[in-house]
Nanobody, 122 residues
Framework: QVQLVESGGDWVQPGGSLRLSCLAS????????MGWYRQAPGEQRELVAR????????YADSVKGRFTIFRRNNAKNTIYLQMNNLKPEDTAVYYC???????????????WGQGTQVTVSS
């Protein structure tokens, strides 16, 4: 059993900052990729940022230079998304995503968090 716990969503004015966090816990052998997706009302879910076990990062063009995905060395099952200079178009439900190898299994699996709401408005 694997659980993803997200936190950090909130309301913020344009130009403001938020930091999202996601903790993966449970029967985990190794983590391949952790990342964030978002879904605005009436839109498809889209990639925001992802971080591989090898520390390779990928960002959506719309957030490059404003968002940073990272993990701390002493807590590798937790990722953060630092969001700066937020814009109204960043308003969405943000979902944590992880691709990992569960303990005792031979195939990698995908897991999703329940989502955290980010609202950017004045």
């Amino acid at each position: 059993q694997v659980q993803l716990v997200e936190s950090g969503g909130d309301w913020v004015q344009p130009g403001g900052s938020l930091r999202l966090s996601c903790l993966a816990s449970g029967s985990i052998s190794s983590i391949n990729v952790m990342g964030w997706y978002r879904q605005a009302p009436g839109e498809q879910r889209e990639l925001v940022a992802r971080l591989t076990a090898g520390a390779h990062t990928t960002y959506a063009d719309s957030v490059k230079g404003r968002f940073t995905i990272f993990r701390r060395n002493n807590a590798k099952n937790t990722i953060y998304l630092q969001m700066n200079n937020l814009k109204p178009e960043d308003t969405a439900v943000y979902y944590c995503y992880v691709n990992l190898r569960p303990l005792g299994k031979f195939d990698d699996e995908d897991y999703w968090g329940q989502g955290t709401q980010v609202t950017v408005s004045s």
